[in-house]
């Protein structure tokens, strides 16, 4: 499993803690933007998300040469999956 994931987030989504928290025990690296900071990010969230700013959003970019994935307050194991195609 390799690439990058990066995770747009706001400091009161219990779903981003959890996902970050499972993320950490599974040594799976990330950057975490919050939204809430960075208007940029919540335009690209409110784009992804059919015009919600919905969090957790992450995106999977894989080094193997597979396609870029967003997801919504995707599972580890999406995450994990996203990262192996």
């Known amino acids: 499993m390799s690439g990058t994931v990066t995770m747009y987030s706001t400091t009161w989504c219990g779903y981003c803690r959890r996902l970050k928290s499972q993320l ?4 799976i690296g990330f950057d975490e933007i919050n939204i809430e900071e960075d208007p940029a990010s919540a335009k690209f969230v409110e784009e992804a998300n059919g015009g919600n700013q919905t969090v957790p959003t992450v995106v999977v970019e894989p080094t193997s040469g597979g396609a870029r ?8 194991a999406q995450v994990k999956q996203a990262l192996a195609s």
């Open 69 to 76: 994935v967003v997801m919504t307050n995707p599972s580890l």
């Open 24 to 27: 950490g025990r599974e040594g």
